[in-house]
């Protein structure tokens, strides 16, 4: 090794900021998380860390007409509610787009699931995020509590009594209505840097294409720096403001 190499600084590491708005409810999150996650890790070799924040967006409320009409708190199948917001024949092909999607990203996808208001989930991942991928009902507090103790955030007791109470609630509430005030309104929603939003699930090689351009020492692309769409999927690049906590 000569005198330079042993004395060169290593080369400082460029942090991206992304914001991931997110629903528990929602599949192409799921298999949209994935696909960051495998770019970040693609992106070992390059002098980038990464602070990734998940924040709250709930597609269904108690409100909601496609609910169950006589008890909105009772949940419904996925199945169900597709077929009544699409129809059958709508709702089987788009079943089996989103299967298709996650078997390609590696992942497994209950046949079924519950699809319910996602607030309480949202409160009990201010205190930890965590993916619940069962097609379980995470409206209810007792498979939240069970996922809590399970993963050792709260004991059973401890989370009945958070989950019971008010705690996190307006936090949640807060960061939900931040985001449609944005003009959010569907998820997944992802913004890096402050500067650059993608909405809807995008292939690992889209974001691998905002990374490399960061981690150039030219520093964070600009919308005339960078392409508008992504060389590889062709999906718009739209210039986004930072989302306030």
């Known amino acids: 090794m000569s005198d ?22 929602c599949t192409f999150c799921y298999i949209g998380d994935k696909a960051l996650h495998d770019a970040i890790e693609a992106c070992s070799d390059l002098p980038v860390r990464f602070d ?22 009772k949940p419904v199948s996925r ?4 077929i009544k917001k699409l129809g059958k024949e709508q709702a089987e092909a788009k079943v089996k787009v989103v299967t298709e999607m996650a078997q390609k990203a590696g992942l497994d996808l209950a046949e079924d699931g519950i699809i319910c208001p996602s607030t309480q989930a949202h409160r009990l991942s201010v205190k930890a995020y965590q993916c619940l991928t069962k097609g379980e009902d995470i409206s209810d507090n007792n498979v939240l509590a069970d996922a809590a103790a399970k993963v050792g955030l709260l004991n059973r007791e401890r989370a009945m009594e958070f989950l019971n109470s008010t705690e996190a609630l307006d936090c949640v509430n807060k960061m939900v209505e931040a985001a449609r005030a944005n003009g959010v309104k569907g998820v997944p929603f992802i913004i890096i ?53």
């Open 4 to 25: 330079s190499e042993s004395t060169a600084s290593p080369e400082p590491q460029r942090l991206i900021k992304i914001i991931v708005i997110s629903d528990f409810i």
């Open 79 to 82: 199945k169900a509610y597709l």
């Open 52 to 73: 990734v924040e998940f924040r709250p967006f709930t597609l269904m409320d108690a409100s909601s007409p496609l609910l169950n009409t006589t008890d909105p708190k």
């Open 193 to 245: 840097d402050g500067k650059w939003a993608l909405n809807g699930v995008q292939p690992m090689e889209c974001y691998l294409q905002i990374f490399r351009k960061l981690a150039q020492p030219s520093g964070s692309p600009t919308p005339s720096g960078m392409s508008k769409t992504c060389l590889d999927c062709k999906g718009t690049l739209i210039p986004a403001p930072l989302l306030e906590p």
